[in-house]
């Protein structure tokens, strides 16, 4: 476990964190942009395929698992499927929670460049 932090902050962290990365891929999907890594990727095979970017997402990490567990330890490899698993999800969910009717284009690039 984490020396520096307790379990519930370490869980405060992979839910915020995962939740506003959640929202960067929907900004960014919704204007027709992509980014790069595995998130852009996924953006990406959803516009050329039925998948939706969800089950994109999570299969293009699964590799990634393995690697982690060899190189950062059980503890870093849990982390990430939990944050993997919630962007998974909430990207193809929180369109049940919230709508967005309009984004300027310069909104998610300004956000994006000040990361």
């Keep these: 476990m ?61 590799p990634f698992y393995i690697l982690s567990v060899t190189r950062m330890g059980w503890q870093f490899t849990i982390n990430t499927f939990i944050a993997v698993s919630i962007v998974s999800f909430a990207v193809d969910h929180l369109h049940h929670v919230i709508q967005i009717a309009h984004i300027e284009l310069s909104m998610p690039l300004l956000l994006a460049e000040g990361s």
């Design 2 to 62: 984490d020396k520096d932090h307790s379990l519930r902050e370490n869980l405060l962290a992979l839910i915020l964190g995962s939740a506003l990365v959640s929202l960067g891929v929907i900004f960014f999907n919704q204007v027709g942009l992509l980014t790069g890594g595995t998130a852009g990727l996924a953006l990406f095979i959803t516009k050329v395929t039925a998948l939706s970017f969800g089950q994109v997402f999570f299969m293009l990490n699964l």
